[in-house]
């Protein structure tokens, strides 16, 4: 039976069908969806971890005791699993470990766009590619085996156009789950410095047997075609390749470390000239290259960004392989320019009041990752800094150290579920190295920005089972913050009377702004409506960046759909114009 | 097998793009197509700019449609239908919803919302056809099927029988709904 599958889905289903009992992750897109999916098929535990290091960890141990294990994450969950996963190559596996990359070429949802072939290549694990949502599931299963019989882990380096994309699959039925027997065994698994020697040459003997079957496995494969241009390339480029260039041949390649190098020389043997087609770095260019053969592809294909197939047709069309096409007519032009539509903070997000005071109180503010970055984006304007999970405590704390002027002036905003991710460490160093920080914690009791998944402190598993909740205002005085204060984020006067008092304290401060998430939890209020003899067209209601609010032909007006009464434009509005809504429902 | 078709989905999150592209890519795969859908979402919940591209055809590759080659644009909304026209093929067709979401950037005064959109693309010597889809919705007993309203006007365009189409909304939409979004996606049908 086929069925049209997302490649996350994909994923997820090569899992169930390939016998893995063990999966857990920490979600980021476009990784997301896959324990969704995997969380639902029975036979298979699946966890959110709070961080990727924790997750690749869990992954490990079930692994080396013996039972299949799957874990996911994003290209920059990557940097924070990556300690664990250099040394996972050395002890090995057990039963079969398979990491999912998911990368993000275009930054649709990140903060940078890494190329994680390298990480594979660096920790000296296998690298598989797929390309589209069956090659998805077919590899979950080739990794496995792959993992098991060379004795490693394997990455699966999966692009948003892979993960986000749906073609079809054809199911198959689930396997037995088999655990393999766990024996002790402290030379592959012990590293201390002499076993660890010995793992380093065991793990060249494994990648130069990998090597081997990279010749020969079907993953790498050939795509006849008229011998003019050649082109080798990986993942969704293999797809935008078929479609431009229908009649060259082609060397996919599925496994990318180790490459098959005789492959290699052979199809380049075949063809006039030579391309390598791959989105991001010169990955496959630079290896092709060290091995003497004169390849083309970096100073026609982009290294930044995302790749279509009219892009790519433009670059054949430079490189001489295609013919420059007849002029079109541009529909667009004269046509006047479509204002841009950034996503903003949802109408009634418990986010907004917190950006709105910050704003007010003109305070430098280092924030980090989750929906509430957004209130970095004008009219809010509430957030300085964005660098990577956890970063506002530390930076904020460094600001505060190193510039005299910016001493009370700074705050760390930081979401409960990045807090809980990577945030801990750096209050602790906050309370240690005596700072003067305040650290807002923008506690919505979910992970909104990649769709609500659970966390330690929702007292919700991946799995729907009830578990204990975190409270994070005794885990922050338990780290030795001694002033914690916790604020309902759509009080205003009392939230900026917080705010100031704690940015003037000495010693690190927390600030806990809760309120959950507005989509979690739909509470039924009065939508706010506004009189019209008050209203004096003096914008202040627009400085919340609400969707709900626009004023026109001055004067203020509520879209009574979107509004969710969450009252704070009523605080705001200096005339009493705005009228209606409830805070404390 | 007829030839290849793409559909470029656009408009504002929170509009049901992507059911609708779902609704589309069951009934073409019930029709024997080979299909590729392809969605970008993550840094917001709503109100941001949302594109879904759905391709079908004999054997389909990639899973993006480059500028200048959509068949049909299905615009949930006039300012979206401006902002993703230069996808839409020479000869192409736009179907049009003529609903208005002024994005944030409008409603603080920052941008302006363009003025004629629908009017000005027809100068172009576009072929638009333009449908009051929310309305429409209203009157079939829910504003939210207004996504189903343009699928029956696309399907209208489409080489795939109703009946398929019909089976296709009633495998995708919860139950309760299902009479609505049958009424819905008639009177884009008829339109």
Redesign the interface.
Known sequence: MKELLSGNAAIARGAYENGITLAAGYPGTPSTEILENLSRYEGVYSEWAPNEKVALEVGIGAAMAGARALVTMKHVGVNVAADPLFTAAYTGVNGGLILVSADDPGMHSSQNEQDNRYYARFAKVALLEPSDSQEAKDMVGLALTISERYDIPVMLRTTTRVAHSQSMVELGEPAVREIKPYGKDVKKNLMVPAFGRLRRVSLAARLARLAEYSENTPLNFIVPGDGKAGVITSGISYQLVREVLPDAAVLKLGMTNPLPVELIKKFAAQVETLFVVEELEPYLEEQIRMLGIKVAGKEFFPDTGEYSQGLLRRCFVKAGVLPVPLQTEDLTAGLPQAPPRPPVLCAGCPHRGVFYTLQRLKLTVTGDIGCYTLGGLPPLEGIDSCVCMGASIGMAHGMDKAVPGLKGRTVAVIGDSTFLHSGITGLLNAVYNNSDSTVIILDNRTTAMTGHQDHPATGRTLMGQAAPEVDITMLCRSLGVKRVEVVDPLDISRLREVIKTETAAPGPSVVIARRPCVLLKREVRPAVTVDQEKCTGCKMCLKLSCPAISVIDSKALVNADACVGCNLCVQVCKTGAMQGGQADA | MLKSVDVLMVG??GQGTILASKVL??AA?AAGY????????????????VVTQVRLGEK?????I????ADVILAFEE??A??W??Y?K?GGTLIINNQQI?????????????QNIIA??RA?G?KVQVLQALDQAIACGNGKAANVVLLGALAQKLPIEEKIWRDALAATVPPRFLEVNNAAFGAGFKS
């Open positions: 504002v999150g890519a069951a795969r080979d299909i590729k859908v392809s969605e970008i979402h993550g840094m917001a919940q709503r109100g941001g700019s389909v590759y990639s899973p993006l480059s500028e200048g080659e300012l979206e401006l902002r026209l230069a839409l020479p002024y994005p944030v950037p409008v409603l603080a005064g920052a941008a302006e919302y363009p000005q693309i172009r576009v």
